[in-house]
């Protein structure tokens, strides 16, 4: 079941704006984001570009009423279906009660974002649009890490998660994703395709993890690139300037000087976990949005000897704009840059001795 925005449903009667749509005799609910998916074409479409093999044990989120399972146990060995609405479990128990699927589907009554996943080869979903990013991290946080998942997201965030260096969607939510997995656009869908029609339309998504996958502290990651996005088209030298990000990092230098001993090995070559990874989940709260026609804050540039109650500032200044040009990255900005580039960064910065989290 795919979702539009989410909007308060209207009690009452059913004419006017209070009409509900149904299927099966289930009212459906837009503040549950559901939209059911009416083309059976679509539908063939999406299986077929899963790739799914007969020995595959299938994750769907919001089944609904059953339209993509269907197919879905026809191409899969099993199918594990995960459904927050339990109208719609009863439902969907009803469609294949006595069918030669029966036994290959289980139906787990709960929220996908708060229930412990099964195993699983492939997702196939057709998601309330409302989860997408915290979704999305679950799911690169699951292990073992699954063959891949063909994820039906709002158009504008599955844009944002393709995005490129250099595109105008390009933004923190991009590198995060592009991180944990290669992720390819399938195909758009109009919102004519659901009944009953969002008010935006949607794409289909492939993500495939990497694996192994990168061996990082996250919430490091997070720290630097939350940075460099603040304001992603002005230049690296000017945004590590800043008197706040100075301040910031000053005192997380300090603070890893004393413990240094203590906590290098929680630092430096960090295992992910699945709490790690889900700091980037937060990464649509800034869209991308370029900041620039702003006007700057005052504490924009550390004056020599302004440090804001941090001792010798302007020397930690400089060390900060070293670690910038050793890297060649004083007159880089942000929207131009990959995730080899920022991982290349943050190993530099490190070096140095200078942390993001903390």
Known sequence: MAGG????????????????????????????????LKNPMLVETIVQKSGIKPTDVVLEIGPGTGNLTKKLLEAAKSVVAVEIDPRMVLEL????????????????NGDVLRCDLPYFDICVANIPYQISSPLTFKLLS????????????QREFAMRLVANPGDNLYCRLSVNTQLLARVHHLLKVGRNNFRPPPKVDSSV???????????????????????????????????????????????????????????????????????????????????????DGE?????????????GGCCDGSSFKEKLLDVLQQGDFMD???????????????????????HFSG
């Not at 128990?93 to 036994?103: C, L, V």
């Not at 919430?219 to 800043?242: A, H, M, P």
């Not at 900005?333 to 580039?341: F, G, N």
């Open 5 to 36: 925005k989410v909007r308060k449903q209207k009690r009452g009667g059913t004419g006017g704006g209070g009409h509900q749509h149904y299927q099966g005799g289930v009212p459906f609910e837009k503040s549950k984001g559901q939209h059911i």
């Open 93 to 108: 128990q009803r469609r294949f009660q006595g069918t030669a699927h029966s036994t290959r589907l289980k139906v787990i």
């Open 142 to 153: 699951h292990r073992p890490a699954f063959r891949c998942a063909v994820i039906m997201f």
């Open 205 to 291: 998504v492939r993500i495939e993890p990497r694996k192994p996958p990168p061996s990082v502290s996250f919430k490091e990651w997070d720290g630097l690139v939350r940075i460099c996005f603040n304001r992603k088209n002005k230049t690296l030298g000017s945004l590590f300037r800043q008197k706040t990000i100075i301040t910031h990092l000053e005192k997380n230098y300090k603070t890893f000087q004393a413990l240094q001993a203590s906590l290098k090995g929680s630092v430096d070559g960090n295992k992910e976990s699945e709490d790690d990874i889900s700091v980037l989940a937060c990464a649509t709260e800034d869209q991308g949005m370029e900041l």
């Open 295 to 307: 006007k700057d804050d005052e504490d924009m540039d550390l004056e020599d000897g302004d440090a």
């Open 332 to 354: 880089k900005r942000a929207s131009k840059l990959t995730q080899v580039d920022f991982l290349y960064l943050l190993s530099l910065f490190h070096q140095a001795g200078i």
